[in-house]
């Protein structure tokens, strides 16, 4: 398979403890996208990466939230301290300068 | 801000029938509008692109417009199948993300 694979595919966790997302992108991408869909919502722009730099951080990506892509490849989104409102669904995305292939996403519960 | 709705909300048609889902935008300076589907659980499924020197771009059964000027696409889907059943999400790409609309949930039943 050589989609955007996104792992896992459900987290869940008790309040306050931190969770880590991984996203593996189409090899040859160069642009990684984060993004977050709650029930009923289109997907809200997180952060993406040109290769290893990450260019652009949303308001919505609170202090809590932090976002790496070593060496240009598979990216890791952590949330420290989850909080009830984490609970949604995120998104990765790669492409070629813009986000193209979008993986099945991993769905955080926060009990 | 770039803000990006879609109407309607939701839409349960019987087989057979075509349709139009429409996506409206407020700031025109984009560069391409794109069409997604979605089905539950699952991650988006890309339809359809329309750059922004263009009117309209055609797939099979799908045919989305796009009218920059008045902020505006529609996605027509000719003779709806079951297989049709799933979100459709428009989004706008202006500075370097894509902005997404809430989503149309379409059902289709036989």
């Known amino acids: 398979d050589t989609g955007v694979s996104q792992n896992p595919r459900h987290k869940i966790t008790k309040r306050g403890q931190n969770v880590t997302f991984r996203c593996d992108p189409i090899s040859e991408h160069n642009r990684l996208y984060w993004y977050r869909q709650t029930l009923g919502q289109g997907p809200e722009f997180l952060t993406y990466f040109q290769n290893e730099a990450q260019l652009e951080k949303s308001r919505l990506l609170s202090d809590r939230f932090s976002a790496e892509r070593p060496k240009g490849s598979f990216s890791t989104l952590e949330i420290q301290r989850t909080e009830q409102g984490d609970s949604a669904m995120y998104l990765c995305?790669?492409?070629?300068?813009?986000?193209?292939?979008f993986g099945d996403g991993t769905r955080l519960s926060i009990l | 801000k770039q803000e990006v709705t879609q109407i309607p909300a939701a839409l349960s048609v019987p087989e057979g029938e075509n349709l139009v889902l429409n996506c409206s935008f407020t700031d025109s300076a984009i560069y391409n509008l794109q069409w997604f589907r979605q089905d539950p659980g699952k991650g988006l499924t890309s339809l359809l692109l329309?750059?922004?020197?263009?009117r309209e771009q055609t797939s099979g059964r799908l045919n989305a417009s796009l009218d920059k000027s008045s902020g505006r696409s529609t996605l027509y889907i000719a003779a709806s199948q079951p297989g049709d059943s799933a979100t459709y999400l428009c989004?706008?790409?202006?500075?370097?993300?894509?902005?997404f609309g809430t989503g149309t949930r379409l059902q289709v039943f036989p």
């Open positions: 995305a790669s492409g070629i300068n813009q986000p193209q292939h």
């Open positions: 329309i750059q922004s020197s263009q």
């Open positions: 989004a706008v790409w202006g500075t370097d993300k894509l902005i």
